[in-house]
């Protein structure tokens, strides 16, 4: 059974950075991408950026340029960095894996005050 576990959220103040890791355990021998989604409150979940097995990326639109997604393949491993953090960037995070199936993160809380 795979196994997600998310640390990094935080509250931060408009402008600043915050940095999200998923650390993926459980026996994974091959994993076919790794990305991030993010929930606002009364909205629906949406892609925030995703990494592939060989390292082509993809973001959403609202994030691109600020956001970097990035890779630590020997420690199964997705870092998400956030600079020039806006207050609609305020969102639960959730970590992704698709192995032989999709698995999720249990979430991390990002809050973007003014």
């Known amino acids: 059974q795979v196994r997600l576990v998310e640390s990094g959220g935080g509250l931060v103040q408009a402008g600043g950075s915050l940095r999200l890791s998923c650390a993926a355990s459980g026996g994974i021998f091959s994993i076919d991408s790794m990305a991030w989604y993010r929930q606002a409150p009364g909205k629906q979940r949406e892609l925030v950026a995703v990494i592939t097995t060989g390292g082509t990326t993809n973001y959403g639109v609202s994030v691109k340029g600020r956001f970097t997604i990035s890779r630590d393949y020997a420690k199964n491993t997705v870092y998400l960095q956030m600079s020039s953090l806006k207050p609609e960037d305020t969102a639960v995070y959730y970590c992704?894996?698709?192995?032989?199936?999709?698995?999720w993160g249990q979430g991390t809380q990002v809050t973007v005050s003014s």
């Open positions: 992704n894996v698709v192995v032989s199936r999709t698995y």
